[in-house]
């Protein structure tokens, strides 16, 4: 690419690890909520419906700022960017750690949505920009894991810290990290020129392309499946049987480092038109079997992943103890929601290889759009019951497998 310096030719995967500890700052900062709600929205006042969408209020000021941004700042050289973006979201949790009142911690989460939103399109296109072409689903796999790795430990560790010592602590603890991560990249990253300024509108030309217009709702469709139960998988998996959540959530973002950095390889290998549907398939399915277990009557047992038998479903799934089944559906989810990703950024850039910064912007707008738009509709089912809300994911995880398939030979993603 043009805005990359003959310093930074192509090579493989080792320059792109920085970059990942810095979405890992990011995807602290973005899902660790999720593991606190309750008590922040009993400490601020709010029922955990309306709480959650301190969420919502994230996704979609980091969807809008995303696009806006990568014009703004696409002069700005890439490790100034970089390093700007995160100590910019230190700032906000910082704020947050201290906000007295929820409309004041809604505007804190906008102004870390904007420092998100400067990093992680800009991460993913320099990362795409510093390997071997055939490396570039792998890399992108990589700068996406720091968000995955961030749900399998992040977002525990902010569970746990939040128990201990409360939420303010939590959130402070995660400011302090992207403060950190700032100074690590500000240390390590090479020297990256930004690119000639381009007007927003030119940049939204892109949209006119067939493919990527038939690419970027697949995004929206299946992020919204996986996040309409996310937010509230502290009360959804407690409709399970689940008290103690911090294992299972270890669970599900141990799931989404695996199906991450599979989804990389795997489309490199076969192409993205074979893994995505696949991803679906397997959301679908243990999203709904979560919403069987969650329905009145059908409960799984108290401290789940004992493997004590249970429960009018009988404890069993072929045999399965439910305790083990519920931990091997979390596991499954978290891999389906994090192994889209790297094959969507793929196709996108495979699709418009000229705009590739521009596209994965877009994707990531896409990407947040997705998870705003699965929180609010989980705020609304959640007070009629976990299983509604398991069971709008799973529908939703649904059309996103049909429209996969439908679409799948509408890009330039061919083996």
Known sequence: MSNVPNETEPRGLAPTLVLALG??????????????????????????????????????????????????????????????????????????????????????????????????????????????????ARALAVVVGGLTVATALGVPLGDLAGERLGWRYALGAVAVACLAVAAGVRAVMPVLP???????????????????????????????????????STPALRAVGVEGTAGLLFLYGL?????????????????????????????????GLLGWMAAPGAAAPSGALSGTPSGTVSGMVSGMPSGVLVGVLVLAWGASSWCQTPPQQHRLIAAAPLEAPLVVSLNSSAIYAGIGAGTLLGGLTLPSGAALTYGTGAALAAVALAYALATRHRDRDRP
């Open 23 to 136: 979405t890992f700052a990011v995807g602290t900062d973005a899902f660790v909520v999720a593991g606190f709600l309750p008590d922040l929205a009993a400490s601020l006042g709010v029922t955990e419906g309306a709480a959650g969408q301190s969420v919502t209020v994230f996704a979609a000021a980091y969807a809008v700022l995303s696009p806006v941004l990568a014009t703004v700042a696409a002069r700005v050289p890439r490790r100034v960017l970089l390093v700007a973006a995160l100590v910019v979201l230190g700032l906000a949790n910082l704020g947050s750690a201290l906000a007295p009142s929820f409309p004041v911690l809604v505007v804190t989460r906008v102004l870390a949505a904007a420092g998100a939103a400067a990093y992680t399109p800009g991460a993913g296109a320099v990362a795409a920009a510093l390997v071997r072409p055939e490396l570039r």
């Open 194 to 232: 930004g690119a000639p300024p381009v007007p927003l509108r030119a940049r939204l030309d892109v949209l006119r392309r067939p493919a990527v217009t038939a690419i970027l709702p697949l995004t929206v469709l299946g992020m919204a499946a996986s996040y309409t139960v996310y937010a509230y």
């Open 255 to 287: 799931g989404a480092v695996l199906g991450n950095l599979a989804a990389g390889y795997a489309t490199d290998r076969w192409g993205a038109h074979r893994v995505l549907p696949a991803a679906y398939l397997v959301m679908a399915v243990s999203l």
